[in-house]
Structures are given as C-alpha cells and as structure tokens.
C-alpha cells in the first residue's frame, strides 16, 4: 500500500510538470513559443525634401501670377533687351520684356531726374516691374559714373580700390556704387567680375580682380554680400571662367584648358559667390572644348548642367549678349534664343529684341520648345522679382 501511494505520487508530480510545461512547436520540435505576427505598420508620410532654392519663399505667389499670363507674356519675361533707341521704346514696351540693360548712351549728359523719369517711364508702361540692369564694374566699364551728372568720379576698378584699402575699400566702394544705383531706380549689377586672370597681357585682366583663385574668392564673397546688405542684386559673370581667351564681342574664343583646370581654378570664385547668396550668372560666349566643343558656352546644356548640377545654383543663368559677335557668326540649325532656353538659360540679353521674341514665339508654337520648359524659368523670374520686392 505503501509503495502504490509513492507511485501516485510520482504520476501525479510528472503530470503536472508536463502540463505546466509550454508546448512544443510543431516546426522546431523545441518548446520555443511560435513567433507572434506583428500588426502591419501604419504607413509613413512620405518624405517630401526642404524647398533649398534661392527664391523658394515666393514659389507660390509667383505660381499664381504666372498662372494669369498669357504665352506672349510669358517669352516676353524670358528677355533681358538691352535698352531701344527712342523711335523703338513703345514697340519693345508692349512686347513686356522682363527688362532692359542700359548702356553708357542711355545715361549720356541726363542728369539724375532725367535718368528717374525714364526709368519711371519704363516701369510704369509695364505690367510685371521690369529688371533694369547695367554693367557698373568700375574701371574700364562705368556706364553710369562716365557721366559727371551722375557721379563725382569714375568708380575706379576692383585692382586700384584693392591697392588703395583692401577689401574694406572694396566694402566701400560697393556700398556707394549700390546707393547711387537704386537711387537711379536700377535694380540690378552685372558685378562683380569673378574671372581668374593674372596675366595682363589677357583681354578680361583689366576687368578682374587680377589675383589668384582664393583671393579672387574672397573679393566675389565680399562683393556679393555687400550688394545683398545694399539690397540690389548681384550677377557674377563670365561662366566658367573667360581665362586667357580673346574678346567674343568681336568672334568666337577657343578654350583648350583640361577641365581640372576649371574645377581647381576657375570655378572657385563663382563656388563663393554662390555660397554667398549670388542671385544670378552670366555665361560667356567662350568654347570650352573640355565641356562641349562645339557651342559656346552660353548655348551648351553641358555647361548649363554643370552650374545646376554640380554647383547647386538655382538662381536665374542669363547668356551674355547674343548679339555679339561670337553668336552672330555661327552657322546653326536653330536660332540662338531657342538654343539658349533649351540649354536651360533662364534671361537671354538681346539687343534685336523684336526677331528674338518672334524665333522663341515660334518655337513654342510649333513644339521645339515646350511651354514647361518656358515656364520653368519663367517662374524662376516672377520669384526674383518678388524677392526684390519690385511687385
């Protein structure tokens, strides 16, 4: 009896070991628990990147305007005209350019009022506020302060005011040239000149600020910021770098330079000025056999792309004039203005502007150019003008 109530005992001990025990898992044969399916996750809102751009604040006032306008409206926007003779003025108004570059006739013996009324002039007979541009480098290229109604003195260039002060002198000069200009109801200056040019004997020298790349950076930086403080806009030009090549006023200019050149030299001074906020770049005429030997730089999407791609710059790109004579002698399929806007130029500077208008017209009408790739750029535009609190 006594060694059946020990067996019972035993059972009963061993039965409950194995209930309390969990089961095995039919796929490990272990006693693991099966794994336990997780709730699907809810899915995330996808991420949508920071709006970086330069004028990405006046995305969305600029969209609705752009809306409202017409596609005549819209190439007219495209063009940078180099200010008309007085028999032309009416005609090229109505044409709603996106603005006009004035040169040293348009300010020859005015005095300052007369210089406000014209300018007046022009604003009021346009619907969109127009750019008004001028190259006021200093040194050989004073289109403004050449006039003694104007200005007490030329404004000397970046080489004499460096030799005088340093940059300081620079921040100096730049303020007062920046003042005189927006008291004139000019909002933009193609300054400063960014080109890398140590050799006097090179056509751009005098232009230059005649030192190496890094200081050459230094002087576009604080150039650049100190027109941003002044509240006018900045171009820096010649992209990629006019080097050592002859005038493309007059006819086309070779570059042979390795592109390790550009990137290590060249493309420096305009990396800073970027960097510093720069709202606009002007490319040369200057075949860069590098990047596209065949166009000019200023027609080569090649060199466009270098600018948006890899040197991240979303500003506004213009051509240099495509009057001269770099353009005006080559034999192409297409007329320059469309080459230019499908190698993603935002402003071409005309002086024609009339056949210039009527060829890129054309082409949107007949699709060689599709009305996305003008409003693209439009947009870029509308957004500047906003930015500079012209509309």
Known sequence: MKNLLIYMMIFLLTGCTALTEPPKNPDTGTNENPPVAEEPAE????????????????????A???????????????????CPAEEQLDLYLSMKPGGFILFG?????????????????????????????????????????SNPLLAEKRFKSPQELYAIGGLE???????????????????????PVADVSVNKSDFIYQRA??????????????VVQTMKDSGISSTLKHFPGYGNNVDTHTGSAYDTRPYEQFVNNDFI?????????????????????????KLPASLSKN???ILRSNMEFTGIIMTDDLSMGAITELQTELPPEVMAVLAGNDMLIVTDFEN????????????????????ESVLRILQWKLYMHLM
């Open 105 to 145: 006739r348009d300010f020859a013996e005015k005095t300052k009022e007369q210089v406000i009324n014209d300018i007046g002039y022009y604003q009021k007979n346009s619907d969109i506020p127009m750019i008004i541009g001028v190259d006021e480098e200093g040194g050989t290229v004073v289109r403004v302060s």
């Open 303 to 305: 060199v466009i792309d």
């Open 169 to 191: 002198e620079i921040i100096r000069d730049t303020k007062e040239k920046s003042e005189l200009l927006l008291n004139l109801g000019i909002n933009l200056n193609l300054a």
């Open 43 to 62: 899915p995330s809102e996808p991420v949508v990147p920071e709006d970086t751009s330069l004028f990405h604040e006046y995305k969305t006032d600029a």
């Open 64 to 82: 609705e305007i752009l809306d409202t306008m017409s596609l005549e409206e819209k190439i007219g926007q495209i063009f940078l005209v180099r």
């Open 209 to 222: 600020f005649g030192k190496n790349s890094a200081e050459t950076a230094e002087y576009v930086k604080t």
């Open 269 to 293: 001074p305009f990396k800073a000025g970027i960097e510093s906020g720069t709202e606009s770049i002007l490319v040369s005429h200057n075949v860069i056999d590098a990047i596209d030997n």
């Open 356 to 375: 210039s208008f009527t060829a890129l017209l054309n082409a949107v009408k007949d699709g060689g150019i599709s009305i996305e790739r003008i409003d």
